[in-house]
């Protein structure tokens, strides 16, 4: 128990979890994207699929409560070690750079304390909108179809939801490629591989979830 709570003092320790649980988040991200998809299939004898989808999930009752607990813990845990890696980091170096020049670290890398704030902000307000209703004037529960229409055809959600999905490719970008660097399992034989498959992960979730406001604007999802 000792020797974890060291581990879990130290930046390495952090990194560990912030690696753990971003895989987590990486796969609950994917899955969520390829539920919500089924909003292409539209009406199946008269119900559209995307609300079956949302129905089959809240039958699990107090498992689906457990599993968005779990899920939340999972953010906050996260979020904290995030937080606490960068006041580490800060009072390594109290004093700031002179002339500071980026050395090994890509955009994606130099990013993420950005990237994190505003998807904070996106899941919070992602689960008054569709969630709990609370910003989505017209919200019918377990209307899940018409609520995302609603919602996305307002140009501001949709340019504010679009731009939370590209923050959202950069921190998964940078999670991917880090995660092997922190579970030592980068090698510069394999970096190229590592490399496309964070890319083609984050072209995925991006395109994947950016095309239902974009389609909802042009109207090809209505």
């Not at 909003?39 to 129905?55: F, H, P, R, W």
């Not at 939370?164 to 090698?187: C, D, E, K, P, V």
Request: a positive charge; hydrophobic letters at 50%.
């Amino acid at each position: 128990m000792d020797k974890l709570l060291a581990l879990y003092k130290s930046s390495l320790g952090k990194k560990y979890i912030m690696a753990i649980t971003g895989l987590m988040g990486f796969g609950f991200v994917l899955m969520h994207m390829l539920g919500n998809l089924q909003i292409y299939q539209g009406q199946v004898n008269g119900v559209y699929t995307l609300d079956k989808y949302a129905e089959t999930l809240r039958s699990f009752g107090p498992m689906l409560y457990i599993a968005r607990i779990g899920l939340l813990t999972i953010v906050i845990v996260h979020i904290v070690a995030a937080w606490q890696l960068t006041a580490m980091s800060h009072r390594g170096r109290p004093v700031k750079y002179h002339k500071w020049v980026a050395t090994g670290s890509d955009y994606a890398s130099r990013t993420m304390r950005v990237s994190g704030p505003i998807l904070l902000l996106f899941i919070i307000y992602h689960l008054l909108d569709f969630t709990f209703g609370t910003v989505n004037p017209g919200f019918q529960a377990g209307h899940v179809h018409e609520n995302v229409v609603r919602s996305f055809s307002n140009p501001f959600i949709s340019i504010f939801y679009i731009v939370a999905m590209l923050s959202l490719g950069i921190h998964i970008y940078h999670g991917l490629w880090s995660l092997f660097q922190t579970l030592g399992a980068n090698n510069p034989k394999y970096d190229g591989l590592i490399r496309a498959f964070a890319a083609s992960s984050t072209v995925l979730v991006v395109v994947g979830n950016i095309s239902i406001p974009v389609c909802v604007m042009l109207k090809v999802v209505n």
